[in-house]
């Protein structure tokens, strides 16, 4: 790579992210309950595994969860676990933070100190979707 391809500046392809984000939202809510109470939590179960689920935040027009992969005990590996904004009104489901970022800048420089790629914020959005694809009958199995 010269030095012309590693200036030219990274542009987001934000129809592919809002794609994206719709299908992440397609995915939840076939098992969103459609009330909930902040601090209530359930389980999602798939033939592919189960997902721990928490709502955090609840307005008028969105929701805030936390989704976590249930592992069991004693996991060598870290359990995957992302903060999900729900924009009901616009039918999008985004990833406001994961396991190790705070928050997910929509552009990073690269390289970068933490090694971040330039759309990581796209790429954790992505994990998202395939931690969704437990199963295409997804349900709700406990609910607190």
């Known amino acids: 790579m010269n030095k012309r391809d590693s200036d030219k500046k990274y542009q987001p392809d934000v129809s592919r992210f809002l794609a994206l984000c719709g299908r992440n939202y397609g995915h939840i809510q076939r098992w969103l309950p459609e009330q909930g109470e902040v601090g209530e939590s359930w389980q999602v179960e798939g033939d592919f595994g189960c997902l721990d689920v928490e ?20 996991g060598l590996v870290p359990v995957p676990k992302v903060t999900v904004r729900i924009y009901h009104d616009a039918k999008l489901a985004e990833v406001l933070s994961s396991r190790q970022i705070y928050q997910l800048r929509p552009v990073y420089d690269y390289p970068n100190l933490r090694m971040y790629h330039r759309d990581e914020k796209y790429q954790v959005n992505a994990f998202l979707e395939e931690l969704l694809k437990i199963d295409c009958q997804a349900r709700l199995v406990c609910q607190s």
């Open 55 to 74: 709502l955090l935040e609840n307005t008028r027009y969105t929701q805030l969860v936390s989704i976590s992969r249930h592992v069991g005990k004693g």
